[in-house]
């Protein structure tokens, strides 16, 4: 069940170049039926390893000695049925929503920082 949904941004170093950047992830945490806890990371809709896990490589020099730092977060509420909240019943499916209008270009802003092209 996901608990959790947040909008993550992370600062970059390469430490081999000195290249820097920023880029936003979006993170679901979901807890398990035995009470673990896991974050699923996104970046611009993929699949990734956690930022923080030193798998990433550098944009610009393409070396493996990148430092990224969490900077910043944004918490996306869950929605629920309880309560007197907005909704509205659906009923379009998944691939009708997702062809009803283009994917966004580039990353989701937090701050004035521009994230990178990866």
């Not at 941004?9 to 820097?20: K, L, T």
């Not at 611009?44 to 020099?61: E, K, N, R, T």
């Not at 969490?70 to 929503?97: I, K, N, W, Y």
Request: proline fraction near 7%; glycine fraction near 12%.
């Amino acid at each position: 069940m996901i608990i959790e949904g947040a909008i993550e941004r992370y600062n970059f170093d390469c430490r081999n170049c000195g290249h820097s950047w920023a880029d936003d992830y979006t993170v679901q945490y979901v807890e398990d039926t035995e009470g673990g806890v896991w974050s699923f990371y996104r970046f611009q809709g993929s699949a990734v390893p956690s930022p923080g896990a030193g798998d990433l490589i550098c944009p610009q020099c393409h070396h493996a000695t990148v430092s990224g730092k969490l900077v910043g977060r944004h918490e996306v509420p869950l929605a629920t049925l309880a309560g007197d909240a907005p909704r509205q019943r659906v009923s379009s499916t998944a691939e009708e929503r997702r062809e009803a209008a283009p994917d966004l270009p580039g990353t989701v802003g937090l701050t004035g920082t521009e994230p990178s092209e990866r």
